[in-house]
T-cell receptor, first 116, second 115 residues
Framework: DTAVSQTPKYLVTQMGNDKSIKCEQN?????MYWYKQDSKKFLKIMFS???????INETVPNRFSPKSPDKAHLNLHINSLELGDSAVYFC???????????????FGPGTRLTVT | AQKITQTQPGMFVQEKEAVTLDCTYD???????LFWYKQPSSGEMIFLIY??????QNATEGRYSLNFQKARKSANLVISASQLGDSAMYFC????????????FGAGTTVTVRA
C-alpha cells in the first residue's frame, strides 16, 4: 500500500497551459505539504495544509493554487505554466504540524513537470 | 541566510567502508529537529534518521548514525559498511518551532559507492 501517492508521475505540457497534480495519503496524517525541487536538486517548501486549512504559503506565484478537499488529499493547480515551472513537485505528509519535531515527513514519489 | 549547509557536493566511497556526510545548521531556536533523507536516482525521498535538539544521545538507525555536535551546530551523517545501494543524494534538513515547523533542506551531497 502506497503511503503518499501522486498523479501523474510525469507531466509534459506547453507554456500557457493549466495543469493539476493530485496527492493522496493513507496514513491518517493531519498535515500535508507541497515542495518544489529545481534542476539543481534544491528542495523548497511551497505550501502546507493542516486539516484542510492553509497554514504555510511561501513566496510562490499566485498562478499556483493548492486545494485540500479533505485531510487525505492535497492538489496543486498551476495556471499559465511558464518554462521556469519545470521541476519535480513533491507532496508530503506528517502526523501533526505542531507535534514534537521528531515527526518526519513522508514524501510521495514526485511529479516531474516539464514545460516546453 | 542559508539555514542548512552541506559543503560536499559529491563523494566517492569504497564498498564496505564508512562515509561521513557533513551538515551544519543555523538557528537561534532552542527547539528544533534535524533530519536526513536519501534520494536515489529513482527520485523518491526516503527518511533515514532524526535528531532532536534536546536529545542527549546521538541517533542511530541500523547502518546510519548521526554525529550531533550541538555547540558546533553540526549534524553529520555516518553511513557504515557502505553498500552499492547507498549510492544516492543525501539531504540534511531542519525543522524549527520558530520557523513555523517548516522543513528547510540543504543542497544535498551525492554519494557514489564503488565496488
Amino acid at each position: 500500500d502506497t503511503a503518499v501517492s501522486q498523479t501523474p508521475k510525469y507531466l509534459v505540457t506547453q507554456m500557457g497551459n493549466d495543469k493539476s497534480i493530485k496527492c493522496e495519503q493513507n496514513l491518517g496524517h493531519d498535515t500535508m505539504y507541497w515542495y518544489k525541487q529545481d534542476s539543481k536538486k534544491f528542495l523548497k517548501i511551497m505550501f502546507s495544509y493542516n486539516n484542510k486549512e492553509l497554514i504555510i504559503n511561501e513566496t510562490v506565484p499566485n498562478r499556483f493554487s493548492p486545494k485540500s478537499p479533505d485531510k487525505a488529499h492535497l492538489n496543486l493547480h498551476i495556471n499559465s505554466l511558464e518554462l521556469g515551472d519545470s521541476a519535480v513537485y513533491f507532496c508530503a505528509s506528517s502526523q501533526a504540524r505542531m507535534a514534537p519535531s521528531s515527526y518526519e515527513q513522508y514524501f510521495g514519489p514526485g511529479t516531474r513537470l516539464t514545460v516546453t | 541566510a542559508q539555514k542548512i549547509t552541506q559543503t560536499q557536493p559529491g563523494m566517492f566511497v569504497q564498498e564496505k567502508e564508512a562515509v561521513t556526510l557533513d551538515c551544519t545548521y543555523d538557528t537561534s531556536d532552542p527547539s528544533y529537529g534535524l533530519f536526513w533523507y536519501k534520494q536515489p536516482s529513482s527520485g523518491e525521498m526516503i527518511f533515514l534518521i532524526y535528531q532532536g535538539s534536546y536529545d542527549q544521545q546521538n541517533a542511530t538507525e541500523g547502518r546510519y548514525s548521526l554525529n550531533f555536535q550541538k555547540a558546533r551546530k553540526s549534524a553529520n551523517l555516518v553511513i557504515s559498511a557502505s553498500q552499492l545501494g547507498d549510492s544516492a543524494m543525501y539531504f540534511c534538513a531542519m525543522r524549527e518551532v520558530a520557523n513555523d515547523y517548516k522543513l528547510s533542506f540543504g543542497a544535498g551531497t551525492t554519494v557514489t559507492v564503488r565496488a
